[in-house]
């Protein structure tokens, strides 16, 4: 299969495949490739907040959605669909996003994609026997960027280079008055220039601020 068709074969439903790497023994996947499934900018959210898994109140609305939508493809191409949800223990997501190639560690220590920036994020992977062909290679947008400005955006340093993420921190400020923008999205992840290339809408930062604040 060809990364171009595989493209293809994921619009339908709102994802684009990001990242592919080897699987390794240590995985605990068997043999053959892991293509990770990031959201398709708007589109996706546009998708899922039109469904019934978003607007029937019960919990974990954008994984089952995932899974729902995710799981028809994998059969379609012969492919097992994990996901990051699925554990303990948990499929090595970002051990397989760095592996490959396309996607990178910022200098705050979340991942960073040419196209998506910091709002890189994965809905599913599948595993393919028979590895894609023709897989764009992506350089990493920290390696051009001068200015670095994910590193002092976090009003209260949560995030900073060459420093671990203070969750703790990040919450506590994130949930107070002052923090009311956070809401909005993460202000490192808003502004790293390549995270204009994600499409995030702010109804969708703000589903997901809303989850990382209130995980119940």
């Avoid at 995985?27 to 499934?37: C, H, I, Y």
């Avoid at 303990?88 to 979340?110: D, E, K, T």
């Avoid at 990493?140 to 009003?155: G, K």
């Amino acid at each position: 299969m060809l990364w171009d068709d595989l493209q293809q074969a994921c619009a339908p439903i709102g994802l684009k495949p990001l990242a592919a790497a080897d699987l390794a023994p240590s995985d605990g996947f068997g043999t053959g490739q892991a293509v990770l499934l990031a959201p398709d900018g708007s589109g996706f959210w546009a998708k899922f907040a039109a469904s019934t898994d978003y607007s029937d109140g019960a919990a974990d609305p954008l994984d089952r959605y995932s899974k729902r939508i995710v799981a028809p493809l994998a059969k379609q191409l012969g492919a097992q669909a994990v996901f990051p949800s699925d554990g303990p223990p948990y499929p090595p997501f970002i051990s397989w996003a760095l592996r490959s190639g396309a996607v990178h560690q910022s200098p705050v220590g979340l991942l960073v994609h040419h196209d998506m920036g910091l709002f890189t994020s994965f809905r599913a992977a599948i595993l393919l026997q028979s590895p894609v062909k023709n897989i764009p290679t992506q350089s990493s947008p920290c390696d051009s960027c001068e200015t670095r400005p994910c590193t002092t955006a976090c009003p209260v340093q949560a995030l900073a280079a060459a420093q671990p993420y203070d969750v703790a921190r990040c919450k506590s400020y994130a949930g107070s008055a002052k923090g009311a923008d956070c809401l909005h999205g993460c202000l490192a992840r808003r502004a790293c220039p390549a995270s204009a290339g994600a499409d995030r809408l702010p109804a969708q930062s703000a589903f997901h601020m809303k989850a990382f604040l209130c995980p119940d």
